[in-house]
């Protein structure tokens, strides 16, 4: 099963264990004024006893600390607390897959009104979830304002039952639609980079522009590990027109002629990719 964590900002930012893709339920909550609630009904508040028997049968999210992992890599520790990246794919202690994405705007907004980042990570085992999450995140880096947009409303805030939901359902979907319409292999501005979870510790980081890759190994602990790190800009984004022939023309107006016979290659695959992920996506 896929296992789905986020840092999200409830009355201060938390590490979160959402849940994972064999919840039957359509959404997961987190409901901070749950156990203020149960006091007042055990102490005799009747009017909010039927309440709270409804709210506790509800899946719910929970905070990850260092006492309860739920299940959290080690390596998601410096992934949650530090930035400097875009998308990273990296293989973890215990011979699984994550995926995080992170500074994602998120449609809900704080007690100030304020719409605040968040960060999502899925975490495979088995080697079909290892092989969607290949995928995935080819797909994350290379339609990143569709991908950002179809996770920023998964977390809303739920006004009758005072707390966050989560809608799991629809993760566990669009992740499967995402993986349909992509393949492992990514396309650059060098070429394409064919993402493999077998051959590196980090198949994939992808940074953005102006931040050096030797601190951003630094900063999540990365030395020693064979990292692919890729710059954000050097990313041929399918789902944008503007900066797909922007960069193809920049890329054609060099003359060599092995080079120029690259840049056919990749505005037909290019061309060829955006339109079938696009019509899948929405499906």
Avoid at 93 to 107: G, K, Y
Wanted: glycine letters at 8%; hydrophobic letters at 40%; a neutral charge.
């Amino acid at each position: 099963m896929l296992k789905y964590y986020s840092y999200y900002n409830v009355g201060g930012y938390k590490d979160m264990y959402l849940g994972n893709s064999t919840i039957a339920h359509e959404k997961t909550y987190f409901l901070p004024l749950l156990p203020h609630w149960e006091k007042k009904a055990q102490a005799g508040d009747k009017s909010l006893a039927s309440r709270v028997e409804a709210l506790r049968e509800l899946p719910m999210i929970t905070i990850v600390t260092n006492e309860a992992s739920h299940g959290l890599p080690q390596i998601a520790k410096s992934l949650f607390s530090h930035g400097g990246y875009k998308i990273i794919l990296a293989n973890t202690e215990s011979n699984e897959l994550i995926l995080v994405i992170r500074d994602v705007e998120s449609t809900s907004t704080d007690d100030a009104g304020r719409k605040t980042p968040f960060l999502l990570a899925v975490v495979g085992t088995t080697e079909d979830e290892k092989r969607l999450l290949e995928k995935v995140a080819v797909y994350a880096a290379s339609h990143l304002g569709t991908f950002s947009e179809e996770i920023s409303s998964l977390f809303e805030y739920d006004s009758d039952k005072n707390g966050i939901s989560f809608n799991i359902a629809a993760l566990t979907q669009f992740l499967g639609r995402a993986s349909c319409a992509s393949t492992n292999s990514l396309l650059t501005r060098k070429g394409g980079i064919r993402i493999s979870w077998k051959k590196a510790h980090v198949p994939l980081l992808v940074i953005p522009d102006g931040i050096d890759k030797k601190m951003v190994a630094k900063e999540l602990n990365l030395q020693g590990k064979t990292v692919r790190a890729i710059d954000m800009a050097d990313v041929i984004p399918l789902d944008d027109n503007e900066k797909l022939i922007a960069i193809l023309k920049g890329m054609e107006s060099n003359r060599c002629a092995l080079w120029n016979w690259r840049v056919a290659s990749i505005i037909g695959l290019a061309a060829a990719l955006g339109f079938i992920a696009g019509y899948i996506i929405t499906k």
